[in-house]
């Protein structure tokens, strides 16, 4: 049974930091490309920042310098680094895991990051 269950989230003023976490268990870890979405209130969920199985990563542009996805193939788990952190950044966030060209299979249950000004 695949579980990805995301932690780190929290209440932040703007400027400041948190570090995302999604354990996962019941796949192939190494084998899954990855994915950290968000959605912010009233908005629909979009994708924040992937890292394939090769470990090429890519950003949504508004968090470009900001945000840094990794990955501990050790411990199964995916982070997301968020620095300058801005009240737009205000959302749940998600971890998805195994892309299979049209969407991913699996999904966390998200963790609430709010940024206050």
């Known amino acids: 049974q695949v579980q990805l269950v995301e932690s780190g989230g929290g209440s932040v003023q703007a400027g400041g930091s948190l570090k995302l976490s999604c354990a996962a268990s019941?796949?192939?870890?190494?084998?899954?490309?990855m994915a950290w979405y968000r959605q912010p209130p009233g908005k629909e969920r979009d994708m924040v920042s992937r890292?394939?199985?090769?470990?090429?990563?890519s950003y949504k542009d508004s968090v470009k310098g900001r945000f840094t996805i990794s990955q501990d193939n050790a411990k199964n788990t995916l982070y997301l680094q968020m620095n300058s952190l801005k009240t737009e950044d205000t959302a749940v966030y998600y971890c998805a895991a195994c892309f299979t060209g049209v969407g991913y299979n699996y999904w966390g249950q998200g963790t609430q990051v709010t940024v206050s000004s």
């Open positions: 019941g796949y192939d870890f190494r084998r899954c490309g």
């Open positions: 890292i394939t199985n090769a470990g090429t990563t």
